[in-house]
């Protein structure tokens, strides 16, 4: 067994009567960009904060490069964090928050040493002397990064290090670190409830819901073929339509509606939700054999394509959500018309109803 | 280092709990034992019979509650009027008009009524306005009173007023509600619980205040008087622990309705809410300045009276200038040691309390100490603000006094007169280092543990430092209070060390009325001289460091 930079066994975390982290197994290669994603919540930062040692478990074992480090003290496990706030503290400089971490008995020439190689790194050479205060939020973001980086930690762990960041900035910054983390190959495990930064960034995707792990994969694999409704749902636009399971590979849908989908291993009769995401609906050309139509709703504009709402059927039958190329002709369909969709039988994907809570 | 983990954090604040049980619990529980012990020493509720069938103490009793009544009634509206004045008007001079409501905190209670005495009392100056009334007994301890208990109020007030939210008014305007009915239906409502709390809170300081019954109560008797009257001129240490309890049960009862109320008008603050600025209404302006500026004159001349009678030779009869009495040492209960003293122990309960207070706030707060232990301190640090200084005050002279207490080596020096009023002041020390700490990121301490450094590190070079502003605030407090309280020393000062504010007491008894105010005056002056050199400290540290937000001083407690 090649010893991961981490790995959960079995984790775990009680408070009081919730269970806010529920058997949590994972795998993290050393290296590797993982994500863990899911609604507010889920867990997720209190596993971040099990692993750094914030928290300790009520359960389970968290091994580094195979080694059991579960019960260590948070600055023994190697790792540096950088927190959503940032925790910057207000009164020192850049410079001083930076050489926080450093252990006491390095020189002082050393540290100065580490903390101008750091910022730079960063790109804020010229900002020792600062305050926080003085600097932007993506400023911010960048020395909480080094403090982090400091002490030269394996793991790097960020919660939610672009939340508090305008969206244009945020984009900037996902680049960033994205970069930054390659070029320094350091293992890095990034908390966030917002999927569009976990599909960009990570190269291992670990989505949790109620304190358990739904899926790990790659982001391709989460997203093309995630593993339930709510992954599916969770990590992008989809639309989710209440199905039976008819006959030769078609589902019926509430409106009465067939559609081709593959219907292996499920029994005929039972209760499905049949899904496709608005980007894998076409609107239908003349060739296509079991076509769907029904009335435009809404329309939003959304640069490089629209997406439409239509109803299937009569007045309370389904809704379906569709992304339209801008250039394609039915794009300027308006409000009333009616449009004819093909649902490829290949991007159909069938998950068992779920229980009501 | 590294940082204290658990059990070291958790450790440190079992200990500050145990101080606060040791040196707040007990004295408390003594004094409730001692009012139920027999001489045969078992349990007995003769004392309380022997107390209530006394027909004193009915008179007493009734008399509390009377002029408690009064000088809420007087006080709440008067106390709005000018947090109302500072807080939505346009009036000039707002500066002045602050530091004048605010002057009675910086000099003992005592020294309005004797003010009052000069202005109204046998040789009055004003005496022949009052006809055939005369101002001892029930209207000169209502007046005093009031004076001494306005600022507290207004503090609480501005407090409840300040938290406006303008998107209300300006939706009120849209929807054409006149300025009379925006005040009715958004202003009275948005500070009933302060209105509620400024009201407790001035019934609890005044049915503990001894100084003014004192000086002006006249035959007027009240349950601070009794308690001071048992111990002191009888020596009758049980009767005066029965009529403590009985003046405690109320007054805890008000401070703890009063912090149920304070709580619920800071939870009525929207975290959105836009911040109000008056626009320019002359009318209202007008009707408030009028108001704001005749209970300013009124406390501006009981000051300037204290202070004339204070340098002229024979109040009212001789006035021509002198300094006779500032001679301290020819007059019995006073000498110019008192002052000295006075500084001396205000500036060590300053420090004492303010490092203790901010310490277990700390500890309470953001260490890692149980969540239980965390509970049970945060809880008996309430406690104090509950009890009278009195109760107090005689409570440690009972506890420490005991001989078989390993803790009696304290009693009869200058520790107890420390320990009394760092305990007597706790409460309003530790809620303001709590809204300060409770002001900081939480994440400081998770980064600092992370990176390695020790609680110690992040304490002294990232907590102390942002906290400063609130630090100069709280030693300020209780400087200004330890050089002004007499209830709470009254019965633990050393007999070799006399404190200026009991000086104050001892020789307005003895007849020495001129040097008593005299040096009510110069406590005045101390305390002046303290918040100027608090103020200035607090402007540096605005400037030496990034603004980080001072919480405002959460309420005045129980501090007569």
Redesign the interface.
């Known amino acids: 067994m090649s010893a991961s930079a981490l790995e959960l066994r079995g984790l775990s975390k009680r408070f009081g009567r919730t269970l806010a982290v529920d058997g949590l197994n994972l795998d993290v290669p050393t290296g590797s960009f993982v994500c863990l994603v899911g609604p507010s919540g889920c867990g997720k930062t209190t596993a971040l ?1 099990l692993i ?3 928290e300790s478990p009520s359960e389970g074992a968290i091994l580094s490069e195979g080694v059991d480090i579960t019960r260590r ?4 496990r190697g ?3 950088v ?5 910057l ?4 400089t850049v410079g001083a928050n930076v050489s ?2 450093l ?1 006491g008995a390095m020189p002082t020439a050393q540290k100065q040493a580490r903390v101008a190689e750091l910022l730079e790194l960063v790109g804020l050479a010229a900002f020792a002397q600062r ?3 003085d600097l932007s939020g993506g400023q911010q973001q960048r020395v909480a990064l080094a ?2 980086l400091a ?1 030269g930690p394996r793991i790097l762990l960020l919660d939610e290090p672009l939340s508090a960041l305008d969206p244009h900035l945020r984009d900037q910054l996902r680049a960033e670190l994205k970069a930054l983390q390659a070029r320094l190959g350091i293992t890095t495990i990034m908390v966030t409830h917002d999927q569009a930064e976990a599909l960009a960034l990570a190269d291992q995707i670990a989505v949790m819901r109620g304190g358990r792990l739904e899926q790990v994969g790659s982001p391709e694999a989460i997203y093309g073929a995630p593993a339930n409704a709510f992954v599916a749902s969770f990590i992008g636009p989809l639309n989710q339509l209440p199905a039976t399971v008819g006959e030769a590979g078609q589902v019926v849908l509430a409106n009465g509606a067939r559609i081709a989908a593959d219907i292996s291993g499920l029994a005929k009769g039972a209760a499905v939700i049949a899904t496709i995401r608005p980007d894998a609906v076409r609107i239908a050309g003349a060739s296509d054999a079991g076509a769907l139509s029904g009335q435009v709703i809404a329309r939003e504009f959304a640069g490089a394509s629209v997406r439409l709402s239509i109803r299937l059927g009569d007045e309370g039958g389904p809704v379906l959500r569709l992304d339209v190329g801008a250039d394609h002709p039915r794009a300027s369909a308006g409000l009333g018309e009616v449009v004819d969709v093909a649902l490829p039988a290949d991007q159909v994907r069938l998950f068992a109803a779920e229980p009501r809570a | 280092m ?1 940082l204290p ?1 658990g059990p070291s954090a958790g450790l440190l604040l079992l200990i500050f709990a145990v101080a606060l049980a040791l040196f707040f619990g007990a004295p408390l529980g003594e004094l409730a034992w001692r009012s139920l012990s027999a001489a045969d020493g078992g349990l007995t509720l003769a004392h309380y019979a022997e107390y209530l069938t006394s027909p004193g103490l009915q008179r007493s009793l009734v008399n509390t509650a009377v002029l408690g009544a009064w000088v809420v009634a007087l006080v709440t509206p008067a106390a709005f009027l000018i947090a109302y004045g500072l807080e939505r008007t346009r009036l000039p001079l707002k500066g002045m008009l602050a530091s004048l409501a605010a002057a009675p905190l910086l000099v003992p209670s005592l020294l309005p009524a004797l003010a009052l005495v000069y202005l109204f009392g046998r040789q009055g100056l004003l005496k022949p306005m009052l006809g055939g009334w005369t101002i001892y007994g029930a209207p000169g301890l209502v007046i005093a009173d009031s004076i001494a208990a306005l600022p507290h109020a207004v503090v609480i007030l501005r407090t409840a007023l300040s938290g406006a939210d303008a998107r209300l008014y300006e939706q009120a305007k849209l929807l054409g509600a006149s300025g009379w009915k925006r005040f009715w239906t958004i202003t009275l409502p948005g500070c009933r619980h302060g209105l509620v709390a400024a009201a407790l809170v001035v019934f609890a300081l005044t049915i503990a205040d001894v100084g003014a019954p004192k000086v002006v109560g006249g035959g007027f008797d009240v349950l601070a008087l009794d308690i001071y009257k048992q111990v002191i001129g009888q020596q009758n240490f049980e009767m005066g622990a029965v009529v403590a309890i009985m003046l405690l049960l109320p007054t805890a009862a008000a401070i703890l309705f009063e912090r149920h109320a304070a709580s619920r008008q800071a939870a009525s603050v929207s975290a959105q809410a836009k911040a109000y600025h008056p626009e320019p209404d002359r009318g209202r302006d007008l009707v408030v300045g009028i108001g704001c500026v005749l209970i300013a004159l009124a406390i501006a001349a009981v000051m300037a009276t204290a202070q004339l009678a204070a340098v002229v030779r024979q109040w009212p009869y001789d006035l021509s200038l002198t300094g006779i009495h500032y001679d301290f040492d020819r007059y019995d209960g006073g000498g110019w040691s008192a002052i000295t003293n006075s500084v001396m122990l205000a500036l060590v309960t300053a420090v004492v309390g303010t490092v203790l207070a901010f310490v277990g706030a700390y500890l309470a707060e953001r260490s890692q100490a149980g969540r239980g232990l965390k509970r049970v301190y945060s809880v008996l640090a309430l406690g104090p603000a509950a009890v009278p200084g009195l109760a107090l005050g005689l409570g440690f002279a009972l506890f420490f006094n005991d001989p078989a207490n390993p803790l009696h080596l304290i009693y009869g020096t200058v520790g107890i007169l420390i320990a009394a009023n760092v305990v007597h002041f706790f409460t309003v020390a530790h809620l303001t280092s709590v809204s300060m700490l409770k002001s900081l ?1 939480p ?2 301490e ?8 020790g609680g110690l590190t992040l304490f002294g ?2 907590i102390a ?2 906290s400063a502003p609130a630090l100069v605030e709280i030693a300020l407090y209780l400087f200004v209070n330890a050089m002004t309280t007499v209830s709470v020393v009254v019965f633990l000062y050393p007999p070799e060390f006399k404190l200026a504010a009991v000086a104050v007491l001892n020789m307005d008894d003895a007849g020495d009325s001129a040097p008593a105010a005299a040096m009510g005056m110069l406590i005045l002056y101390v305390n002046i001289a303290a918040r100027i050199v608090g103020g200035l400290a607090l402007r540096r540290l605005a400037r030496r ?4 937000e001072t919480p405002d001083t959460v309420l005045a407690g129980v501090a007569p």
């Open positions: 904060r750094a040692g914030l003290h948070p600055a023994e790792l540096g964090m927190f959503q706030s940032y925790a503290f207000p009164n020192l926080f971490g252990p305050r926080p205060a403090r982090a002490p | 590294t983990k990121d994440a400081f998770p980064a600092a543990r992370v990176l390695g450094r070079r990232v430092p942002l460091s990034t603004p980080v």
